[in-house]
């Protein structure tokens, strides 16, 4: 994704040694059991994960094992794009929970890394599909009014070093246009992107290409749950796999930290050491209520 507004570093925040904390108030800490920060750390033990690489076969193979353990209903869509490094496998992966009534609530991460020397994306692709994995573990038992599909896009990163359209969100370009040639696109009632999540001095600012209505969803409830000051009120753009979606008309918002992570962002710096379980568990937790939120509209 590209930054329009980079700028500065945080103050450090508390290490939590608890898991992800995922569900704070609800469930507690559960040892041994799977959590965001630990799919992050196993992402990054693949090693760099460029699409087209052996080492995010790896990782798609991770997913679709820990989706599976969870009970998921799962969809994979093997396709593959004209890239600046030529024509490049990719694939996506979707978690399906059904619904009561029509009406898709629709989750999102990338897990693919942008191909850069020993760069191995703990927060940038890591952080955000350990959340979801996570989601998925406490959204696949459960049935709610409308489905809520998780999707795991692939190409999120543009192949050159530059982010030019339409060198990017290869991934999730392609579900967008599946769900729209399926007639599934008209369904969604939200799509909620989520990226680079897990930095220790999270603060994530509102997107300003993302639908406002899903936006106020998303900072309302992490206000109510007293977040506000991992999701503060200023407001900056960014261009990420939300895009693909919001131009074909779907409300979507994007929950992104680029401005604390721009540091270690796209470098070989964004690893393990700067990831808060803490912090993981709290936009877990926020995305979470927010789906209960939607699903009772
Ligand atoms: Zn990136």
């Known amino acids: 994704m590209r930054s329009h507004s980079c700028n500065g570093f945080g103050k450090n925040q508390r290490w939590l040694s608890c898991g992800a904390l995922f569900l704070l108030s609800l469930s507690g ?6 959590d965001a920060n630990g ?7 693949f ?6 690489s052996q ?9 679709l094992s820990q989706l599976s353990s969870f009970g998921c209903t799962v969809e994979t869509d093997a396709f593959s794009s004209d890239t600046p490094a030529g024509r490049l496998a990719m694939k996506n992966i979707v978690a399906k ?6 009406g898709i609530i629709l989750l999102t991460t990338h897990y693919d890394t942008k191909k850069l020397d020993n760069f191995v994306g703990a927060d940038d692709g890591g952080s955000s599909t350990g959340v979801m994995l996570e989601l998925a573990r406490l959204l696949c038992a459960k049935h709610g009014k409308y489905a809520v599909w998780i999707a795991f896009f692939d190409g999120e990163e543009a192949v050159r070093k530059e982010w030019k359209d339409p060198d990017n969100r290869y991934g999730s370009r392609q579900m967008a246009a599946k769900m729209a040639a399926s007639g599934d696109l008209k369904k969604i009632k939200a799509m909620i992107l989520a990226d680079l999540v897990g930095g220790k001095s999270l603060r994530i600012e509102r997107e300003e290409n993302s639908t406002q209505a899903i936006v106020e969803v998303i900072w309302g409830t992490a206000k109510r749950l007293g977040y506000s000051d991992v999701f503060v009120d200023q407001a900056t753009p960014v261009e990420d796999d939300h895009l693909s979606f919001l131009a074909r008309g ?6 992104i930290d680029l401005v604390n992570s721009a540091g270690y962002w ?15 568990g709290i936009v877990g937790h926020v995305i979470l209520e927010s789906v209960k939120e939607l699903q009772a509209r």
């Open 29 to 34: 800490c559960k040892a041994g059991g799977p």
């Open 39 to 45: 799919s992050a750390r196993k992402q990054v033990s």
């Open 47 to 52: 090693g760099p994960r460029p699409a087209g």
């Open 55 to 63: 080492a995010i076969a790896q990782t798609q193979d991770y997913i």
């Open 97 to 102: 929970i059904p619904g009561e009534r029509p």
């Open 250 to 255: 779907v409300p979507s918002a994007d929950i």
């Open 266 to 280: 796209h470098t070989p710096q964004d690893t393990m050491d700067k990831i808060s379980a803490r912090n993981l």
